[in-house]
């Protein structure tokens, strides 16, 4: 499928209505799990890429800083207010993309295990990671995309290249979304082995 090519799968399920301006897909997930990675590959398949990180700080759009973990507040309401994307199709990378005006959301997961040694691998504080580790054992992207939007379908990146994420990203564009259902990545076996 060439950039802007969505005309089967998902693509049908949506109303018309949605593609009067263009297909937004949220690439999110808690930090870590591969959404940079993905869009690089993506991007280099010649798809429009919108990393709203950057764009909120070359809008001013970054309002405060949490120093304690050592992230930047955006103002998503204005953020999401302000998108303009002049593309037919367009991946919106950042962990809080679902929260944006998007047809459709993929939460990249990973193993709460694999996912602490990736983020301490990258020198985050001990806080930092367990506060991500936690977020992701307990689904807390998933579920802020599955309240906000209609489709949201999860991509379990454990054990996945970059490149077989980014084939499982189209290939749920393309309607192959059977084992990416919400609810089908589940931590729960690994939690209980934390007690």
Same mark, same amino acid.
């Given at each position: 499928?060439?950039?802007?090519q969505?005309e089967t799968?998902?693509?049908?399920?949506?109303? /018309?209505?949605s593609?009067v301006?263009?297909?937004l897909v949220?690439? =999110?997930g808690?930090?870590?799990t591969g959404k940079?990675?993905a869009c690089?590959?993506? +991007? /280099?398949?010649?798809y &429009?890429?919108?990393d709203?990180?950057?764009i909120?700080r070359q809008e001013g759009? %970054? #309002?405060?800083?949490d120093?304690?973990r050592g =992230?930047?507040e955006?103002d998503v309401?204005?953020?999401?207010e302000?998108?303009h994307?002049?593309a037919?199709?367009? @991946?919106?990378k950042?962990?809080? *993309?679902?929260r944006?005006? %998007?047809n459709?959301? #993929?939460?990249?997961?990973?193993?709460?295990s &694999?996912?602490? +040694?990736r983020?301490?691998?990258?020198? $985050?504080?001990?806080?930092?990671?367990?506060e991500? &580790?936690?977020a992701?054992?307990i689904?807390?992207?998933?579920?802020?995309?599955?309240?906000?939007l209609?489709? %949201? @379908?999860e991509v379990?990146t454990?054990?996945?290249?970059? =490149?077989e =994420? +980014?084939?499982?990203?189209l290939?749920?564009?393309?309607?192959?979304?059977?084992?990416?259902e919400?609810? *089908?990545?589940d $931590?729960?076996?690994? %939690?209980?082995?934390w007690y």
């Amino acid at each position: 499928m060439s950039s802007g090519q969505v005309e089967t799968g998902i693509a049908s399920d949506l109303s /018309r209505d949605s593609f009067v301006r263009a297909v937004l897909v949220a690439i =999110t997930g808690t930090p870590g799990t591969g959404k940079s990675s993905a869009c690089d590959v993506l +991007a /280099r398949r010649g798809y &429009v890429i919108v990393d709203l990180d950057n764009i909120a700080r070359q809008e001013g759009l %970054v #309002v405060g800083r949490d120093e304690k973990r050592g =992230t930047d507040e955006v103002d998503v309401d204005a953020l999401r207010e302000g998108l303009h994307i002049p593309a037919k199709v367009a @991946f919106l990378k950042s962990h809080y *993309s679902h929260r944006m005006d %998007v047809n459709l959301a #993929v939460v990249l997961r990973c193993r709460p295990s &694999v996912l602490r +040694a990736r983020l301490e691998a990258r020198g $985050w504080p001990p806080e930092k990671v367990r506060e991500n &580790v936690e977020a992701e054992a307990i689904d807390v992207i998933l579920q802020e995309a599955v309240a906000r939007l209609p489709f %949201v @379908f999860e991509v379990d990146t454990t054990n996945r290249q970059p =490149t077989e =994420t +980014a084939e499982a990203i189209l290939a749920i564009l393309q309607g192959k979304t059977k084992g990416h259902e919400p609810g *089908s990545v589940d $931590w729960a076996s690994e %939690v209980l082995s934390w007690y």
